[in-house]
């Protein structure tokens, strides 16, 4: 029905960078709001950012000024810039879809995660 692809997962050295997507396909009519979030071992995964289909943003305290997330409608896809990455923002990172479906049903839908690992 609806399927979300992530990608740009990975290891980087601190202060690195890495920029995620998350495309979706399938019997989409439109897409409202976009986030990406993220669990670290032991802890509840997190909203780190979202973004409304007018274009509005918010971050989390921790993400601000070093995230920055966009998203491309004709393309159905979410993107996260993450700059001066940290330790602590290893995590698995999923994206989160609320989106309205040609049936006319609204639907949340998540990635299937990407491992996000800030380490020297």
């Known amino acids: 029905q609806v399927q979300l692809v992530e990608s740009g997962g990975g290891l980087v050295q601190p202060g690195g960078s890495l920029r995620l997507s998350c495309a979706a396909s399938?019997?989409?009519?439109?897409?409202?709001?976009m986030g990406w979030y993220r669990q670290a071992p032991g802890k509840q995964r997190e909203l780190v950012a979202g973004?409304?289909?007018?274009?509005?943003?918010n971050y989390a305290d921790s993400v601000k000024g070093r995230f920055t997330i966009s998203r491309d409608n004709a393309k159905n896809t979410v993107f996260l810039q993450m700059n001066s990455l940290k330790p602590e923002d290893t995590a698995v990172y999923y994206c989160?879809?609320?989106?309205?479906?040609?049936?006319?049903?609204?639907?949340?839908?998540w990635g299937q995660g990407t491992q996000v690992t800030v380490s020297s």
């Open positions: 989160n879809l609320k989106l309205l479906l040609m049936t006319l049903k609204i639907g949340d839908y």
């Open positions: 973004i409304t289909s007018e274009g509005s943003t």
């Open positions: 399938g019997s989409i009519f439109r897409i409202n709001d």
